[in-house]
């Protein structure tokens, strides 16, 4: 069993993403992975990493659906999780 690993990336626009150029994050569930855009500030790349973990629960939300989760889970998170979750997010390679 395998650790979940979060990365930072620059930018990367893969080819399922139809709305924008580039996206703010992506979760590889085969490879245990999350990667965040690195260009987001802190609390930008907190809630993409709450997304991304969201779409790991519930695969079959929509993308609407899954932001509006994030953005309510991110409203209820204590300071000890949102420092927790800031944390993984500045020190990931």
Same mark, same amino acid.
């Given at each position: 069993? *395998? ?5 930072? $990336? ?9 709305? #924008? ?25 907190? $809630? ?11 695969? #079959? ?20 999780? $949102? ?6 997010? *500045?020190?990931? *390679?």
């Amino acid at each position: 069993c *395998s650790d979940l690993q979060v990365r930072k $990336l620059s930018g990367f626009s893969p080819t399922h993403c139809r709305e #924008k150029n580039s996206i703010n994050g992506l979760i590889i569930p085969d490879r245990n992975e999350i990667i965040i855009n690195k260009s987001l500030d802190l609390k930008e790349r907190v $809630l993409t990493l709450v997304h991304e973990l969201i779409h790991l629960v519930d695969p #079959k939300l929509s993308e609407k659906q899954t932001e509006e989760n994030a953005q309510s889970l991110y409203t209820k998170l204590s300071d000890r999780n $949102l420092g927790f979750l800031e944390f993984a997010v *500045s020190h990931s *390679s």
